[in-house]
């Protein structure tokens, strides 16, 4: 089975195709950070515009790298949601027409069972049940996962998303948006506890997390440091300054996920964590997570878990992780491919309520 998976739920339009039998055959990806970059952020009528323009030519190009030909094609994949409105139905009204003119059924996708099954993409494939670990730039969530499309939502941030705080303090010093990866860079460069930083929830007997305290804490070090150098808000700050700082965020969200992925496992008895979204690329959440311990009893014994992450280019925003969710609804029959015609999407869309899809299918 062939399938072609379109994403276009925010700032990246990705193309991707994914046969069952070989696996990931093609996958293009356009990023408009840079046209974003000078916003600060991601304007949604140029997002929407954007995609557009690059649907087709990206289409082209990813049936080119496949060797294919549209009618070799057995489904199209794409995103209904969540995200940007315009951004989703530029890419859902471009998956139906296309559905329509080659006379193939369609399936929309939930954008964050994407994230999620991302990392069965990489080499070393996780084995069901695991917990999925799901950081990204709109969401932190747990989840317990037990098969394709038997999803159970575990915890979540009660405000910002972990990527979002990487986004919010990178841009309170000074970073381009999205500020996440850069300010991991300069977090290595940073002296750990020159600044210490609040982990909010650390200690909550839940799975609940809060990451929007943590830009506050950042603006008011910041403040603190600005009046003791005599810098004016517009001056920036010394280089070993900003790392330290960059270091001291990115330890305290590091602690706080790190804590909650432990008492995840602990929760539901799995020993595998599975790490999806955007931030799963940073360098330090993934020196942490790899060499993860749990016990289960005060005095019992170290229980090592092993930890899967997608490969780096699958964990943001991308084609592939559509075009795999699709492929593996359809392979284990979670859910039924449709005809093309209706698009409407959701941009606002719990992955609880395809759980329910599933049963009623079921
Ligand atoms: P969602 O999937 O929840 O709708 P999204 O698609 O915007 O959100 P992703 O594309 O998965 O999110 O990830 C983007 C986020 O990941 C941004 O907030 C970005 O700053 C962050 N990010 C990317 N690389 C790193 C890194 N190395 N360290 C920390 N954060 C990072
Ligand atoms: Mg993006
Ligand atoms: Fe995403």
Redesign the pocket.
């Known amino acids: 089975m062939i399938v072609l998976g379109i994403e276009s739920?925010?700032d990246e339009t990705g193309i991707a195709i994914y046969d069952t039998e070989k696996g990931l055959i093609a996958n293009q990806l356009h990023t408009q950070m840079a046209m974003h970059a000078e916003y600060g952020g991601v304007v949604p009528e140029l997002a929407s515009r954007d995609h557009i323009r690059r649907l087709v030519p990206l289409t082209q190009a990813a049936l080119q790298e496949s060797g294919l030909q549209y009618s070799d094609l057995d489904a199209i994949a794409y995103t209904q949601g969540?995200?940007l409105g315009g951004a989703l139905l530029a890419g859902s009204a471009y998956a139906n027409a296309l559905a329509f003119a080659l006379d193939k059924p369609v399936l929309p996708i939930h954008?964050?069972e994407g994230?999620l099954l991302s990392p069965l993409l990489a080499d070393e494939v996780p084995e069901f049940p695991f917990v999925a670990l799901l950081v990204?730039?709109?969401?932190t969530q747990f989840m317990a996962v037990r098969d394709f499309g038997d999803y159970e939502l575990l915890g979540e941030t009660v405000d910002d998303?972990a990527?979002?705080a990487?986004?919010k303090t990178g841009k309170l010093i000074g970073l381009p948006y999205?500020?996440?990866?850069i300010?991991?860079q300069y977090a290595k460069l940073g002296q750990p506890e020159t600044f210490s930083f609040p982990r909010p929830m650390l200690h909550s007997p839940d799975l609940q997390m809060s990451f929007s305290g943590l830009k506050t804490a950042v603006l008011t070090a910041v403040e603190k440091t600005r009046a003791e150098l005599n810098l004016s808000p517009t001056d920036t700050l010394p280089e070993q300054t900003r790392n330290d700082i960059c270091r001291a965020f990115q330890d305290a969200v590091v602690d706080v996920l790190v804590a909650k992925a432990k008492r995840a496992l602990l929760q539901t008895g799995f020993r595998c964590l599975v790490v999806a979204?955007?931030?799963g690329?940073?360098?330090k959440l993934r020196e942490e997570l790899a060499n993860l311990t749990v016990q289960s009893t005060p005095k019992g014994q170290l229980e090592r878990v092993q930890t899967y992450f997608p490969p780096l280019p699958l964990?943001?925003?991308n084609g592939a992780m559509i075009a795999f969710a699709g492929a593996m609804r359809l392979q284990h029959k979670v859910a039924q491919a449709q005809r093309a015609g209706a698009f409407d999407v959701k941009p606002r869309w719990s992955l609880r309520e395809i759980v329910r899809e599933n049963v009623q299918a079921a």
Do not use: I, R, Y
């Open positions: 739920s925010c969540p995200g954008h964050l994230h990204s730039g709109g969401h998303a990527g979002e990487f986004d999205p500020a996440g990866a300010l991991s979204g955007g931030v690329a940073n360098w964990c943001t925003d």
